[in-house]
């Protein structure tokens, strides 16, 4: 199955906008392919405003998250892969959620097949 997580990031940051909150999402700087400030980064993490009035142009791919936000004046184009960003909630209640670290979608390794019987067919009167 695909990622449930561009899903609930979805649905979470229209619940959070809908309440009049503000959607902050928590990304892991570190992850491959993430755009983020690096002089904003702490431990490998960063804290971001993604409310409708701090960014332009969001757009939530199942794969990417991405969209423009200015820095202290200057303009950025951020690019998040999803399964960097470990939690979404809300700055004035925190309500949310944290994201669990998902497998890498291999399934797991199969069993020995059982041998089956062969079917048959016989004649019923």
């Known amino acids: 199955m695909t ?3 561009p899903y609930l990031l ?3 940051y229209e619940w959070i906008v809908d309440n009049d ?3 902050h999402v928590l990304v892991d700087a570190e992850y491959p392919d ?3 400030p690096s002089h904003l980064v702490e431990n490998g993490r960063i804290i971001l405003n993604i409310s409708p009035f701090a960014v332009q ?3 939530v791919e199942n794969e990417l998250l991405s ?3 200015r820095f202290a004046g ?3 184009h951020l690019h998040i892969p999803v399964s960097a960003v470990l939690a ?3 700055r004035e209640n925190g309500r949310g959620m944290v994201f669990a670290e998902e497998e890498d979608g291999e399934p797991p390794p199969a069993n020995e097949p059982e041998p089956t019987k062969k079917p048959t067919l016989r004649v019923v009167k």
Do not use: D, E, H, Q
């Open 57 to 59: 142009g969001m757009v």
């Open 3 to 5: 990622s449930s997580r």
């Open 21 to 23: 909150m503000t959607p």
């Open 88 to 90: 979404i909630y809300a």
């Open 34 to 36: 993430t755009n983020v």
């Open 10 to 12: 979805r649905a979470l």
């Open 74 to 76: 200057v303009p950025s």
């Open 67 to 69: 969209f423009s936000a």
